[in-house]
């Protein structure tokens, strides 16, 4: 029998019990609060600010504001071009944008002190949508700013010089105009999708404190790096002077990845000479940043016999007032709204412009769940015209296992049309009928292979394994523990994986893109690989027996029949019983025995399928049945796997029928929990199902491919396809609310001959 | 606002005294007075349930809730109900239908079903449903949580 070991306890256990430390719990000895004051204008001049009267009440300790900002190393910062100042200065770029921030003993004094704040803005013309923005006279937001190579994503952004266009990307192959021609038909239709809340349930927090020139800073990040990257950059600081702390985090789904109010909580605690803690509000986290709206308009010609010949898409991306990874989305979004079909001729042209509105940001499939709405709504209106059916014409048309979406990125590693199979058994096991609507995704997760992870095995026989990938919810540490007891053969409790911290664990890119299962799980199995050899050395060199004599065992290392605790191993080779092996690895792109040369190292595909049903009278809709399938290579974390699924589908569901962030005249007029809908318990669909397809085949650890993000893809496009086909009406732009269902039936109806 | 109030109340089992202002509202009481931060702040409005606690067995949004309110009342939170070596039967049922994933709302979910388990021991499917759209998850897609509460009520 191996010794009992000592179990670390999880972190699931902490969260029923309400002992887990989330972002907003952190407290620090000395800490102050901050409050921000932010703009009302969607763009204008800051004339005039005198903060006085708010200093002068009892309990602030400091206010920041663009004055501060010429004592500062880098006072702009970004990811793609550093246009965003640490707080307003000088003018500001939307409704929400930070002007001031009040330091104060208490939350309620620091919220008490910006009404005192005195401060005169005069109106600048302002754009509040990117139709706006790029037309020839539209104001500017910004100057010509220089684009920031290999910052944070490989590449830089191509801003159109002279206009409100950060990025332009384009994807051109064969020749679209000669297939138009020789077309049996051509079809073009614009689809619209709304910018979106994150709406993670835990708002942004962040507490920051100064001591000298060392910076701690305990934030919800899902890039800790990132953080520690910009904050470096904008106070002058050497890497290893900021460190950044990352307790557990209360959602994230993008709008915690790069980097969000580090910098100007940072500043705040270098202004007050204090801590600072800064919590936002869930109404000000809808400020902060969303999911880029669009418009996109597609130009798709077909064969006689339902062949797509050729595709033209055109994408206009609304970026709000800072480019944050707008870029990344803009390219994502051209990649992704050509789906997994075979399309020799494709023009695609994709801009994101800047608005006067809250800035864009990642968002679970950055670029994905606009392209995917354009590209399987028009599917279906397509089969519809010329009368095939819907899931017969994507038959005719999808790549095949191995086939390329483009010939620049890896062939596609799964079998979409089985996955269609898969769906339409699943939802007619859940009742009578087939499938309403049926959507389809490939998308290209932007996977950055490059993270290290230490293991590290303690005397006692427990195991430390410490990573800087942040568990959002989705499971990563559960993960990693299951990876690492695996390869060191050790009990998984016994496993304690310890949360990101920047000082004390190695680097990783960042906690997005469906990477941390591939790359992380990669680099925990290397060091644990890297541990495990280093203790059967240890032990056949201790223990005087050969190298192929000794073998991990629960607990300890097993010789014949003997079984040597750690404790007792460590006691034999250093004289006492203690010490410990520290297994190390880092993941390049150069891996051996892994294919990281090709983008993406893994395709994130989903196959969606619903039934609805509507009330004709007040256009209330809801989805019956829906079926989700996923092929994610192997599950290393099962019950976290279907969790994702099942979560993105109904975030799918969000943004299929409830959800815009709108802005009129520039003012957000539902960036509030009463205004903005998210799903709740009643909206979701009376059965549903996921199915996962495990070949073993992705460059994961066991086989394994990213998941987490594809589920949410074609949630929206099946329902619009459903009720396309069972009451034949066709919305076009999201969300599809019970007014607009209600308008098209009557339009419809008034349609009659 | 200097006045202040007296409160004698019992709190996860135990009574006890305090002294707040009148405008202290339950959450920031319980977070910072009592230090009990398994009380989740997320809307401020009454809105998302996270940072629901039980008022004598009632379910009650403390961060729209005074702290004057719960004079003479039971205050259970989630420190209130089992810890790792006892968990109570919603916690547990949480746990094994892996009806959580970031946990911040978790403790508003559990002790909004508690609340519903103390009124109806037997509530419909329905009713579930019914009874947890006070409460806001965005990350599970709540199949997982209505599964752990239909355990409880149809093993």
């Known amino acids: 029998m191996p010794p009992d070991v000592p179990t670390t306890g999880n972190e699931r256990l ?11 719990d952190i407290t620090v000895p000395g800490m102050a609060h901050g409050r921000i004051l932010r703009s009302p204008l969607p763009h204008a001049k800051i004339v005039k600010m005198d903060c006085t009267a708010a200093l002068a009440l009892e309990g602030v300790v400091a206010i920041l504001s663009g004055e501060d900002l010429a004592d500062l190393a880098q006072p702009y910062w970004g990811l793609y071009f550093n246009d965003r100042p640490v707080i307003a200065h000088e003018k500001v770029r939307y409704v929400g944008e930070p002007v001031a921030l009040v330091v104060a003993e208490t939350p309620a004094v620091a919220q008490a002190a910006l009404d005192r704040i005195d401060i005169d803005y005069t109106p600048l013309p302002f754009i509040d949508n990117a139709g706006d923005a790029i037309a020839p006279d539209a104001p500017r937001l910004h100057g010509n700013l220089e684009a920031i190579a290999d910052f944070y994503f490989k590449g830089q952004a191509r801003p159109v010089s002279g206009t409100n266009i950060y990025q332009l990307y384009a994807i051109s192959t064969g020749d679209t105009a000669a297939a138009e021609a020789e077309a049996a038909r051509v079809f073009e239709h614009t689809y619209t999708f709304p910018g979106i809340a994150h709406y993670a349930m835990e708002p942004h927090c962040v507490t920051a404190a100064f001591e000298g020139d060392r910076l701690t800073v305990w934030s919800g990040a899902q890039s800790p790096t990132a953080v520690q990257k910009v904050l470096s950059r904008v106070f002058g600081l050497a890497y290893a002077n900021v460190q950044v702390i990352v307790p557990h985090i209360g959602g994230g789904f993008g709008g915690k990845a790069s980097v969000k109010i580090d910098p100007l909580v940072a500043a705040a605690s270098w202004k007050a000479g204090r801590p600072v803690r800064v919590a936002l509000t869930q109404e000000e986290a809808m400020l902060t940043c969303r999911r880029l709206g669009a418009s996109i308009t597609l130009t798709t010609a077909v064969d006689a016999n339902g062949i797509i010949l050729s595709k033209r898409a055109a994408i206009l991306l609304d970026g709000g007032a800072y480019a944050d990874t707008g870029p990344a989305v803009t390219v994502k979004a051209a990649n992704r709204v050509i789906g997994p079909y075979a399309i020799k001729n494709l023009e695609i042209e994709s801009r994101a412009a800047y608005t006067n509105t809250v800035p864009g940001s990642a968002f679970r499939s950055i670029g994905g769940p606009q392209a995917v709405w354009a590209t399987e709504s028009q599917m279906d209106e397509i089969a519809a015209a010329l009368e095939i059916d819907p899931v017969d014409f ?37 009742g009578d009928r087939p499938a309403a609507g049926v959507a389809v995704a490939a998308t290209d997760p932007g996977v950055l292979p490059l993270g290290g992870a230490l293991v590290r095995l303690l005397a006692d026989g427990s195991v430390l394994v410490m990573a800087n990938s942040a568990d959002i919810g989705q499971g990563v540490r559960d993960v990693l523990r299951n990876v690492a007891a695996k390869t060191l053969n050790q009990d998984p409790a016994a496993i304690r994986v310890a949360g990101p911290d920047t000082a004390t664990t190695p680097f990783d890119w960042g906690t997005g893109a469906s990477r941390s299962t591939v790359i992380i799980g990669l680099a925990v199995e290397d060091a644990a690989q890297d541990a495990r050899e280093q203790l059967l050395a240890l032990a056949a060199s201790a223990l005087e027996i050969p190298l192929d004599g000794v073998q991990l065992v629960p607990g300890g290392v097993a010789t014949g029949s003997e079984t040597i605790p750690f404790d007792r191993l460590f006691h034999t080779a ?13 993941v390049t792109p150069s891996r051996k025995g892994s294919d990281f040369a090709t983008s993406p190292l893994f395709w994130e595909t989903a196959v969606g399928a619903c039934d609805i049903a509507l009330d004709e009278d007040t256009g209330a809709l809801a989805v019956t049945r829906f079926a989700g399938v996923a092929d994610i290579g192997h599950a290393i974390n099962p019950a976290g796997a279907e969790g994702q699924e099942e979560g993105a589908a109904i975030q799918g569901l969000g943004h299929a029928l409830y959800e815009h962030l709108a802005f009129i005249d520039g003012q957000p007029v539902n960036a509030t929990p009463i205004g903005y809908r998210i799903p709740a318990a009643g909206d979701v669909p009376h059965a549903a199902r996921t199915v996962l397809i495990e070949n073993a085949d992705g460059p994961g650890p066991m086989g394994a491919k990213g998941m987490g993000e594809g589920g949410l893809l074609p949630v929206a496009p099946a329902i619009a396809n459903a009720l396309a086909r069972r009451y034949g009406i066709r919305l076009r732009d999201l969300p599809m609310t019970p007014e607009k269902i209600w308008r098209a039936l009557r339009e419809r109806d008034s349609d009659v001959p | 606002m200097t006045a202040s109030l007296d409160l004698t109340f019992t709190l996860n089992g135990d009574a006890k005294t305090a002294r707040v202002a009148p405008n202290t509202l339950l959450i920031d009481f319980l977070r910072e007075a009592c230090q009990l931060r398994g009380t989740k702040r997320s809307c401020d409005m009454q809105i998302c349930g996270a940072c629901t606690v039980l008022v004598d067995d009632r379910p009650v949004s403390s961060c729209t809730t005074l702290a004057a309110d719960i004079d003479g009342a039971v205050v259970t939170t989630i420190e209130g109900l089992g810890g790792p070596d006892g968990l109570d039967p919603v916690q547990q049922a949480f746990l ?30 329905e009713e579930i449903v019914e009874h947890l759209n006070g409460n806001l998850c965005r990350c599970t897609g709540y199949h997982k949580i209505i599964d752990a509460v239909e355990s409880l009520v149809r093993p």
Do not use: Y
């Not at chain 1, 029923?16 to 972002?23: I, K, N, P, S």
């Not at chain 1, 590693?413 to 898969?422: K, L, P, T, Y």
């Not at chain 1, 250093?574 to 092996?581: A, K, L, P, T, V």
């Not at chain 2, 959580?100 to 509530?123: D, E, M, R, Y």
């Open chain 1, 14 to 24: 902490d969260k029923v019990t309400g002992r887990a430390v989330f972002a907003s």
């Open chain 2, 96 to 125: 094994d239908h892996n009806a959580l994933q970031c946990g911040f709302c978790t403790p508003g979910f559990i002790l909004s079903v508690k609340a519903l388990l103390h009124a109806n021991p037997a509530p419909s499917h």
């Open chain 1, 574 to 586: 250093f004289g006492i019983d203690s010490g410990e092996i520290v297994g190390r690895a880092m």
């Open chain 1, 394 to 430: 994507r038959h005719r048309n999808l790549l095949p296992r191995g086939g390329k979406v483009l010939d620049s990125l890896r062939p596609l590693d799964a079998d979409i049309s089985e996955m269609m199979g898969h769906a339409g058994q699943a939802i007619t096991s859940m």
